[in-house]
T-cell receptor, first 115, second 113 residues
Framework: NAGVMQNPRHLVRRRGQEARLRCSPMKGHSHVYWYRQLPEEGLKFMVYLQKENIIDESGMPKERFSAEFPKEGPSILRIQQVVRGDSAAYFC?????????????FGQGTRLTVV | KQEVTQIPAALSVPEGENLVLNCSFTDSAIYNLQWFRQDPGKGLTSLLLIQSSQREQTSGRLNASLDKSSGRSTLYIAASQPGDSATYLCAVPDSSNTGKLIFGQGTTLQVKP
C-alpha cells in the first residue's frame, strides 16, 4: 500500500509563473489536507478537501491560491502568479475519515522555490 | 483557539543520553496527540499517536505520555543515538473535528557522537 505521494518533490518557478502541486492520497483515503511550512516556521493548515468538495479553506490565502480534489486523479494545489514569499515546503496528508480521531499520513512534500 | 507550544526549540546532547521533549496545548478537549519526526528536507514520519483515553504509548526507545488535564505531552527518547537527530513535531486535531492538525514549532534535536 503506497503512502501519500506528492510530486514534484522540488519545483522552481520564476516570479509570476504558476505552480501546480499534486497529491495522491493513500489507497482508500478520501480526505486530503494541505499544509505549508515556511522557512524556520511550523506547519500551518491550508485547506481540507474531500472528493469534489472543499470542506475547509480557512488557512488558504484568498488570492492566487486554489485547490481541488477531482473525482478521478490527484488533489491539486495551484498557486498563480507566484511571489518569493510563496517559497516553502507544501505537505499533503490523507486520512480515511473526517473525524479528529483518525490518524493522518503525510507525503514527502513539495519544496517550491520562487526565483 | 488551540495553540501548541514545544520546548525547547533546540537541543544538543551527547550520544547515549536519555532526553525529554515537551509539548503543551491550550485546549484540553483533544481526541489524540501525535508526535512526528522530520529530517532536514524530508517529509513527516509519524512516531506515536496517543488517544485521549490513553496516558502513554511506547515504540522502541520512544515513549510518549499525555496529560490532557494539564495540557501536556512529553516524548521520552532513551539512549539517544546520532540517528535520532531530527526535528520532532507534536500536533493535535483542532476543535472543528475535521481532522486538521495544529502543529507546534518543533524541537530540533542534535545527538553528537
Amino acid at each position: 500500500n503506497a503512502g501519500v505521494m506528492q510530486n514534484p518533490r522540488h519545483l522552481v518557478r520564476r516570479r509570476g509563473q504558476e505552480a501546480r502541486l499534486r497529491c495522491s492520497p493513500m489507497k482508500g483515503h478520501s480526505h486530503v489536507y494541505w499544509y505549508r511550512q515556511l522557512p524556520e516556521e511550523g506547519l500551518k493548515f491550508m485547506v481540507y478537501l474531500q472528493k469534489e468538495n472543499i470542506i475547509d479553506e480557512s488557512g488558504m490565502p484568498k488570492e492566487r491560491f486554489s485547490a481541488e480534489f477531482p473525482k478521478e486523479g490527484p488533489s491539486i494545489l495551484r498557486i498563480q502568479q507566484v511571489v518569493r514569499g510563496d517559497s516553502a515546503a507544501y505537505f499533503c496528508a490523507s486520512s480515511p475519515g473526517q473525524s479528529g480521531n483518525t490518524e493522518a499520513f503525510f507525503g514527502q512534500g513539495t519544496r517550491l522555490t520562487v526565483v | 483557539k488551540q495553540e501548541v507550544t514545544q520546548i525547547p526549540a533546540a537541543l544538543s546532547v551527547p550520544e547515549g543520553e536519555n532526553l525529554v521533549l515537551n509539548c503543551s496545548f491550550t485546549d484540553s478537549a483533544i481526541y489524540n496527540l501525535q508526535w512526528f519526526r522530520q529530517d532536514p528536507g524530508k517529509g513527516l514520519t509519524s512516531l506515536l499517536l496517543i488517544q485521549s483515553s490513553q496516558r502513554e504509548q511506547t515504540s522502541g526507545r520512544l515513549n510518549a505520555s499525555l496529560d490532557k488535564s494539564s495540557g501536556r505531552s512529553t516524548l521520552y527518547i532513551a539512549a539517544s543515538q546520532p540517528g535520532d537527530s531530527a526535528t520532532y513535531l507534536c500536533a493535535v486535531p483542532d476543535s472543528s473535528n475535521t481532522g486538521k492538525l495544529i502543529f507546534g514549532q518543533g524541537t530540533t534535536l542534535q545527538v553528537k557522537p
